[in-house]
């Protein structure tokens, strides 16, 4: 089959697209024919490689994948050949006290597939070989290009927002980076819980797509300072919730935007990890600093039930041939895509 593969750390010039071996399946695994992969800046960083993240040679990245079954292996179950799916990105060992208590990405053995799997297992390729129960039913309003850019932003986005920063009607939310794929997808979660919405991005376009997404205010953080902008629309109060994805080039101001007992919630950290953080904010203001990384299925499958009853929506920037997922990360890179950019196979 042909699929997207690197033997080494570096640039997008290391991606290669060529034939690997057809995967071969294990128990309980199942053979899904890729017809849309969506890109994700965890692509990037396992491409570059990450200090103390062993990736797996050669490595097929791709964690959001919508497809059809095609070959169902021994002891697989809930799905046929011909079902249209979609994968919940998490892998675990389904047996301990955090799998059983739906908290999976606190156990020891969490990956998230496409990203920690390997070798030659990811989902930028013609066929992908997942376990069964990673399997959930592709929404039927979707076409399979919108199904695959859902999962990883949204289930991200809503572990962030719900599950770890109790998003409740009336807060006032500050999303970093709205024309991204999991700002994006904020965006939308917080004004389905009837947060007002304040989104940041770099140019006029993004900001113009974000207010059609349900977003409230709008700040260019290209050309308007973010804090003093946060002031002037609270009140000098500052916001309840900071979405926060960036790093280490906004988190300054992302503290600095939060009112007292605000709660900034993290994910990542695509301008660099080392930020700095002046710790008086944080005790006299009486913030909550939040990680988060990744979600259950649980919240997978009820992020797909939203969109399937209209009420979340995919954001697909563009599509692309699989064969240019080099330039597909390069775009990414260059923060040039609002939404998601979605490779075929």
């Given at each position: 089959m042909k699929a997207v593969v690197f033997y080494e750390h570096g640039d997008a010039d290391v991606l290669k697209y060529e034939d690997v071996p057809d995967p071969k399946l294990g128990p309980s695994e199942v053979l899904v024919r890729v017809r849309a992969s969506g890109c994700n800046y965890n692509d990037i960083w396992a491409r570059r490689g990450m200090p103390g993240m062993?990736?797996?040679?050669?490595?097929?990245?791709?964690?959001?994948?919508?497809g059809e079954v095609a070959e169902v292996g021994p002891g697989a179950t809930g799905v046929q050949v011909g079902d249209k799916v979609v994968l919940h990105p998490g892998l675990s060992c389904r047996k301990c006290e955090h799998c059983t208590n739906g908290q999976e990405y606190f156990c020891r053995s969490f990956r998230i597939y496409g990203?920690?799997?390997?070798?030659?297992?990811?989902?930028?390729?013609?066929?992908?070989?997942?376990?069964?129960?990673?399997?959930?039913?592709?929404p039927s309003r979707l076409t399979f290009e919108e199904a695959a850019s859902v999962p990883l932003v949204f289930?991200?986005?809503?572990?962030?927002?719900?599950?770890?920063?109790?998003?409740?009607?009336?807060?006032?939310?500050?999303?970093?980076?709205?024309?991204?794929?999991?700002?994006?997808?904020?965006?939308?979660?917080a004004k389905l819980f009837g947060a007002r919405v304040i989104a940041t991005a770099g140019d006029e376009r993004k900001l113009r797509k974000a207010k059609e997404l349900g977003a409230d205010e709008l700040i260019n953080h290209s050309s308007q300072d973010v804090v003093g902008e946060v002031r002037r629309l609270t009140g000098k109060r500052g916001v309840n919730l900071v979405f926060e994805h960036v790093g280490e080039a906004t988190w300054e101001r992302s503290i600095s935007s939060l009112a007292y007992g605000g709660r900034l919630v993290t994910c990542g950290a695509t301008t660099g990890y080392e930020a700095m953080t002046d710790l008086r904010h944080v005790f006299w203001k009486q913030l909550s600093i939040l990680g988060s990384h990744q979600g259950s299925k649980a919240e997978t499958i009820r992020v797909m039930n939203l969109v399937q009853a209209g009420r979340l929506h995919p954001v697909v920037d563009r599509i692309m041939p699989l064969r240019e997922t080099a330039e597909a990360q390069r775009l990414m890179e260059r923060r040039e895509q609002f939404g998601k950019i979605v490779l075929t196979p």
């Open positions: 062993k990736v797996i040679f050669p490595h097929i990245s791709g964690s959001d994948l919508a990203f920690e799997t390997g070798p030659l297992q990811g989902a930028q390729a013609e066929y992908a070989r997942v376990p069964d129960v990673n399997l959930i039913p592709m289930l991200t986005a809503w572990h962030m927002l719900v599950t770890r920063a109790g998003l409740t009607a009336g807060d006032d939310v500050l999303v970093l980076g709205a024309g991204s794929g999991v700002g994006s997808a904020a965006v939308q979660i």
